[in-house]
């Protein structure tokens, strides 16, 4: 049974940073595809970053440059460091993975959320001006 639990979420001033965390276990294929999305009140989900198990990633415009994740294998776990953090960063953020296979680019590629059959409940993450 794969299970995915976040943590690191809080309170910030814009310009700040935050690193997030998630706990992995379950996941037993040697390829897979893990991320970060986020879903801000009245907003639709979006994501953030994918990595898959050869470390390749993948970034959304909007935090690119800012955001970087990261990956443990031998930790099973999942990391996100947030800098220069903007109060439209605001929001929960929740990992997700795709147990079976690597990450798709493209416009049906992880960073939509498609074949992220597993998900955590998410941190909530707060920028203030």
């Known amino acids: 049974q794969v299970q995915l639990v976040e943590s690191g979420g809080g309170s910030v001033q814009a310009g700040g940073s935050l690193r997030l965390s998630c706990t992995v276990s379950g996941i037993t294929y040697s390829s897979n595809c893990m991320g970060w999305f986020r879903q801000s009140v009245g907003k639709e989900r979006e994501g953030i970053a994918t990595i898959d198990s050869d470390g390749r990633t993948q970034y959304a415009e909007s935090i690119k440059g800012r955001f970087t994740i990261s990956r443990d294998n031998a930790k099973n776990s999942l990391s996100l460091e947030m800098n220069i953090l903007k109060p439209e960063d605001t929001g929960t953020y929740y990992c997700?993975?795709?147990?079976?296979?690597?990450?798709?680019?493209?416009?049906?590629?992880?960073?939509?959320?498609?074949?992220?059959?597993?998900w955590g409940t998410g941190t909530l993450v707060t920028i203030s001006l």
């Open positions: 997700a993975a795709n147990p079976w296979r690597d990450c798709v680019s493209g416009s049906r590629g992880a960073l939509t959320g498609i074949g992220m059959a597993y």
